[in-house]
């Protein structure tokens, strides 16, 4: 498989990927860059001594009685959701459906936790495993994640076993008692709701009397959502925009909704995963993938890093935005303050230096 992507990237993927990123013709490493990278590569192996012609063995033709039909050959079906999922998490990092940092989770968590003075559960809609274990970490409180997406069951099961996982909608969450949870986490719920008076209404009803909502979710500034930036999407983004989202609500009974833009940061953990690509490729060629399974693995792959590009371009020509909302059934008068500084964004350069080959501007 990775024999095959280097073929046709001719060797230099961070190259070229980095100048498919960032919209510009591929320019060749000189002679000399070329010989020296070559020069760090391992030597190969000692030559294998020269096989041996096969000696000619006389068959004699075969007989009416001994002919045989041929068996068809079985192929085993390729779970592609699970597929998908191991692309994911190669490209974002374990437990990681896209882009993400753990300084943001942990400011979610901080925020969920703030006001839950009481004892009883926190539930999750849509986290990824890298979500729910950081909150795992941090309290010992019990996470009721409610899942729409079916491929992710089983990988969340796996990944975060101390959480109460309940098969759902996106729009119509389970498995959240009544007027019982001091808060719920959500990502990308209003992203991909078809129904979100409903999925807002499921929520303000799970959360008790002085219940918040925290949640981070995508909006579009513009008209009509960019339908390549969401190609890879687990199902039809039905984007809403800053307004309507805080109208609803407001409308359903929520008294204070506050939200903070956490673009720059979801970019700066997009590129980090971009920057880590052929490292990605290299990782990817070892895990035993082959055949059909194989080459649905770097089906995945492509797509997602086409779709993030194409959503990156969206959200840095202002078309979407990424915020962290915190929605309270409680009038709340302190200000929601979320700084660079405390979502630690730095991105250091990975060993290869692949950074700044991929994003140099110049």
Not at 46 to 74: D, F, G, H, N, R
Not at 232 to 255: V, Y
Not at 342 to 357: C, R, V
């Amino acid at each position: 498989m990775l024999a095959q992507v280097k073929k046709m990237a001719g060797g230099d993927v961070a190259g070229r990927f980095g100048a498919w990123w960032n919209g510009r013709d591929y320019v060749p490493r000189a002679e000399g860059e070329a010989e020296a990278a070559k020069a760090e590569e391992p030597k190969a192996a000692a030559a294998k001594p020269e096989a041996k012609p096969e000696e000619k063995i006389e068959t004699p033709a075969p007989t009416a009685a001994l002919v045989v039909e041929p068996v068809a050959e079985v192929v085993e079906p390729v779970d592609g959701g699970g597929v998908r999922i191991k692309a994911l998490e190669t490209l974002w990092g374990e437990g990681r459906l896209a882009p993400g940092l753990h300084a943001l989770d942990t400011r979610m968590i901080d925020a969920a936790l703030e006001l839950a003075d009481r004892p009883g559960d926190i539930g999750f809609i849509g986290a990824d495993g890298a979500l729910l274990n950081a909150f795992a970490a941090q309290s010992d409180r019990k996470a009721l994640a409610t899942e729409w997406r079916t491929a992710c069951v089983t990988r969340l099961n796996e990944l975060a076993p101390s959480a109460t996982l309940t098969r759902g909608e996106v729009d119509r969450p389970r498995g959240f008692p009544d007027h019982s949870l001091q808060a719920v986490v959500s990502v990308e719920a209003f992203a991909y709701a078809d129904h979100k008076a409903g999925l807002v209404g499921r929520v303000f009803r799970a959360l008790d009397d002085s219940g918040r909502w925290v949640f981070l979710d995508t909006t579009r500034r513009t008209k009509k959502t960019p339908a390549e930036a969401f190609a890879s999407a687990w199902a039809e983004p039905l984007l809403a925009t800053d307004d309507e989202i805080e109208e609803l609500l407001k409308l359903t009974g929520f008294k204070s909704v506050r939200k903070v833009a956490v673009t720059e940061q979801v970019l700066a953990a997009a590129k980090q995963g971009y920057a880590n690509l052929a490292q990605v490729l290299e990782s990817a060629s070892q895990s035993g993938f082959s055949g059909r399974e194989g080459a649905l693995f770097l089906q995945e792959l492509a797509w997602e890093a086409q779709s993030w590009r194409a959503r990156s371009r969206a959200m840095e020509g202002g078309a979407l935005e990424m915020n962290l909302w915190i929605a309270d059934k409680t009038e709340q008068l302190a200000p929601l303050e979320l700084s660079a500084d405390m979502l630690a964004i730095a991105i250091q350069p990975d060993d290869a230096g692949a950074t700044d080959a991929l994003f140099d501007k110049t």
